[in-house]
């Protein structure tokens, strides 16, 4: 991450993109969240091989099951 | 006999009802009346069926008359958190979004007791769509821990723990997203399993977090946890992360001891973790001794940063809560309480990137624990990091990324894992430990859990119970 983050201008624009309307007596309590939850975002992006792919990536054996008769 | 019925195994009561002994009207009829006369104070269910309950022991003791043997849970009570759908029987997920909501069919778990002739005693409270909470902001009061109704059951499983402490009934059932089952099971002193992703059916639970979620049981003792998983397990396909493996018996191998076994306990993980209690370490050391003690083999090794875990659990499980519920975030949102919609909005704020990023960390989590599990037949850590929370300080903010438990890291990669107590703490109150195994590998860790419960001396019940 380069620069210093306003976490709270990020914060807003990421809820305003959400159509989120943040109650006023929850906004702090969820910015503090959002400042919580950076930290831990930070831990997911590390250097990877760019061929290294998802767990999740798209599988026809994923996409029958439960259509087909169990083996 | 009364006396002790609720005290009764599920294959104790089994072999009474076999026997002729005892009926299954008795026996819920007993069930009935505890709850009674306890649950005004411990706020465990939010329904209680007490006409059906009836009807399912009559319907069970009809079926022994006339010789029909469906299963261990026939004529026994049971109970399910309140996410579970039940045909024609309110499923709230303690939520007020949800007050109205009557499912039009059973979840698979229910199909399988109700095919075996079980008991279903009522729908237990929980945390608000299973996370968050404990929440005074809610349609239900929270549970409370019948070691000591000042200090929480923790959750989300609260309801179904407590109502297996306060001996309610032996089994109810809990569901396990980043520590449901297993921090629960952990404060109020019962054991908790969750199994290997994909051994029960999901389907008809309302989902946390699709790729997270497990359901499993919680219990008073390892041998009804392995009866438990007996009925219970199995392929459904109509639930995406169904396994198509195979059963085994999972009560085979309890007696068996830990002679022989290699035990792997990563220290790092909790020696040191932000705010664990000195008494939680030393109840560990406490069991690892005693499994020294019965010939197993205890050796440290050395995982991936805990943090690493926390951190890829949470993003994904945000991010799954908010797709689920983003309609309405945006509609309804001071109808959530204010610790769920705290936890769960912060799903919106974690971009495309970022979700995909914790989805390649999740992969490489669960090959890097596989990797040290085939070093050794099953893993030790914490569980709750300490005894359980008064309720004292219930409105003080706490960081989403704090969890008083370490359960995350096996729903990340799926392995099995069961609390079991250790000691009581000095104020009384239980203690545990975890045991993790390989995937698939529960006959393993439930082996271990019954020598623990053995040497340790449980199951027991908290002094107000007695």
Redesign the interface.
């Known amino acids: 991450m380069t620069g210093k983050r306003d976490l709270e201008k990020?914060?807003d624009a990421?809820?305003a993109r959400?159509?989120?309307?943040?109650?006023p007596e929850?906004r702090q309590?969820?910015l503090?969240?959002?400042r919580?939850?950076s930290?831990?975002?930070e831990?997911?992006?590390?250097s990877?091989d760019a061929a290294?792919?998802?767990?999740?990536v798209y599988s026809p054996e994923?996409l029958l099951?439960?259509?087909?008769r169990?083996? | 006999m009364s006396a002790a019925l609720h005290d009764l195994s599920i294959a104790d009561a089994g072999r009474a009802l076999r026997a002729g002994g005892m009926t299954s009207q008795h026996l819920t009829q007993h069930a009935l009346e505890r709850i009674a006369s306890f649950d005004t104070r411990l706020n465990a269910f939010i329904t209680l069926t007490v006409e059906r309950a009836l009807r399912d022991a009559q319907a069970a003791d009809a079926a022994f008359a006339r010789g029909e043997d469906r299963g261990p849970m026939q004529g026994i009570p049971y109970a399910l958190k309140d996410i579970y759908d039940t045909a024609g029987i309110a499923t709230t997920c303690h939520s007020k979004l949800r007050m109205d909501h009557v499912p039009q069919a059973d979840c698979a778990v229910e199909e399988k007791f109700r095919a075996q002739g079980g008991v279903l005693l009522g729908k237990l409270a929980t945390f608000e769509f299973a996370l968050g909470g404990p929440s005074f902001d809610l349609p239900f009061p929270p549970a409370r821990n019948p070691w000591n109704r000042e200090h929480s059951p923790g959750g989300s499983s609260s309801g179904s723990a407590a109502a297996v402490a306060a001996g309610y009934t032996r089994l109810a059932m809990g569901s396990c997203t980043g520590g449901s089952i297993r921090g629960p099971a952990a404060l109020c002193g019962i054991v908790g399993i969750k199994p290997t992703y994909g051994l029960i059916s999901r389907r008809g639970i309302f989902p946390l977090s699709w790729s997270l979620d497990h359901a499993g049981p919680l219990t008073a003792s390892v041998e009804d946890a392995a009866i438990a998983l007996e009925v219970l397990a199995g392929y459904d396909p109509r639930d995406q992360g169904s396994a198509n493996v195979s059963r085994p018996g999972f009560r085979a191998m309890l007696e068996a001891g830990v002679k022989g076994l290699r035990i792997g306990v990563p220290r790092h993980f909790f020696e040191n973790a932000p705010g664990v209690s000195r008494e939680v370490v030393a109840g560990i050391d406490h069991a690892l001794d005693a499994l020294r003690e019965h010939g197993a083999t205890i050796v440290d090794v050395r995982l991936p940063d805990y943090d690493d875990y926390a951190a890829c659990g949470r993003i994904i499980m945000f991010t799954e809560a908010f797709a689920i519920h983003e309609k309405d975030f945006r509609e309804r949102p001071l109808d959530f309480a204010a610790s769920t919609y705290q936890r769960m909005v912060l799903g919106a704020f974690v971009s495309g990137a970022d979700i995909i990023q914790a989805h390649r960390l999740r992969r490489e989590l669960a090959l890097a624990s596989q990797n040290v599990l085939e070093t050794c037949d099953a893993l030790i850590t914490a569980c709750a990091l300490d005894e359980a929370p008064s309720f004292g300080g219930r409105d003080n903010w706490t960081k989403p990324s704090d969890s008083p438990n370490q359960t995350m890291p096996w729903n990340v990669t799926g392995h099995p894992a069961i609390a079991v107590p250790t000691v009581l703490s000095s104020a009384g109150l239980p203690l545990s430990l975890q045991i993790v195994g390989k995937f698939f590998g529960e006959l393993v860790i439930l082996r271990i859990a019954r020598a623990l419960e053995k040497a340790l001396g449980w199951p027991r019940r908290a002094p107000d119970f007695v």
């Open positions: 990020e914060f990421l809820a959400a159509g989120l309307m943040i109650p929850r309590a969820m503090d969240g959002y919580d939850l930290v831990m975002i831990r997911l992006h590390r990877r290294q792919d998802t767990a999740h994923i099951h439960g259509r087909r169990p083996a």
